[in-house]
């Protein structure tokens, strides 16, 4: 089964709020889902420790840059997706996560400093798909976005999609569900209401959905 | 709100390569783009002496000085000789 790895070097770009909401929104949609909790801050360990970890969902804390291989492998061979959040930085459990990923995300926020960031992670994909002489897919997803977008967003959008880069559609946007799934854990069906409950569903659905078509080979780069 | 289920059967799995080889190359073109390792290496300097126990003897003055001097001439410590010596002891007394 696919590998699902979250990477960004910079820190407070959405990964755990990316992985939270792909990993619940497959368990959801009725897959059997681990979540890898590779940042030493611990977001998704903290979040599985908030509520009831939705049902299909396990959990495995604590890797290391030597472990995070063999771990991978082991769960991706049982019937499961996998999905790796990453630590902020740039190291050597991020890279070697990267070079087991079926899908690569890089979440970014529409900023010009998230966006030279996050291109570290797109060189790093480049480079290690030359060395594994295989293709690496991968793609961004801008996160905590607003409904009317600045023209520093479109900006940035534009330029990454001349550079024939993938483009998550829809973006996950600035929803106080999203961020509340850190308060109650659990996932957006157990949560009490917060702001628009239906459109956060639906936003997240969405983007499942479209990672989903990209692990299912339906949507390219 | 949409509908969304997963037919798990459509999703593929790709080649996964952990030999050592391709791990190490991968380590090397991450180095050179600042991904390196941000985990504590092993500890170093001596490892601890598994010899914990301790005699506390009072012998005579040459006794002392040649347990030191054939120590030092073999470059192990004054207990490795006292050990070599029980276990002669042992041997002839049948401990």
Request: with cysteine; net charge neutral; proline share 4%.
């Amino acid at each position: 089964m696919p590998t699902v790895v979250i990477a960004s070097p910079k820190g407070g770009a959405g990964k755990s709020t990316t992985a939270v909401i792909l990993g619940t929104e497959f368990a959801h949609a009725g897959a059997n889902v681990t979540m890898m909790d590779c940042d030493p801050n611990g977001s998704l360990t903290l979040w599985s420790e908030r509520g009831t970890l939705p049902e299909r969902i396990e959990v495995v804390s604590g890797l290391r840059e030597g472990e995070i291989i063999r771990a991978i492998k082991a769960h991706d061979q049982d019937g499961r997706i996998v999905v790796v959040d990453l630590e902020g930085v740039a190291s050597r459990l991020v890279s070697r996560a990267i070079s087991q990923a079926d899908l690569v995300i890089i979440p970014m926020r529409a900023t010009t400093l998230d966006a030279t960031i996050g291109v570290r992670a797109l060189q790093l994909i480049e480079e290690e798909a030359e060395a594994l002489e295989r293709d690496i897919p991968h793609a961004v997803v801008f996160t905590m976005t607003r409904a009317i977008q600045s023209k520093q967003h479109k900006g940035i959008v534009g330029s990454l999609k001349e550079q024939g880069v993938d483009v998550i559609e829809p973006e996950l946007m600035e929803r106080a569900a999203f961020s509340a799934l850190f308060e109650f854990g659990g996932d957006l069906y157990s949560m009490p209401g917060q702001g628009n409950a239906d459109k956060a569903i639906e936003n997240a659905q969405g983007f499942a959905k479209a990672v989903f078509a990209r692990l299912a080979g339906e949507q390219g780069a | 709100m949409t509908d969304f289920k997963i037919n798990v059967g459509a999703l593929r799995s790709r080649r996964k390569d952990v030999e050592p080889e391709r791990i190490k190359a991968v380590d090397r073109v991450s180095e050179d783009l600042g991904f390196t390792s941000r985990e504590a290496s092993a500890k170093r300097g001596r490892k601890p002496s598994p010899r914990t126990g301790q005699v506390h003897a009072k012998v005579f003055p040459n006794v002392a000085a040649e347990i030191a001097d054939e120590a030092r001439r073999r470059g192990v410590q004054q207990g490795v000789i006292i050990e070599e010596a029980w276990a002669l002891y042992k041997e002839k007394s049948g401990v």
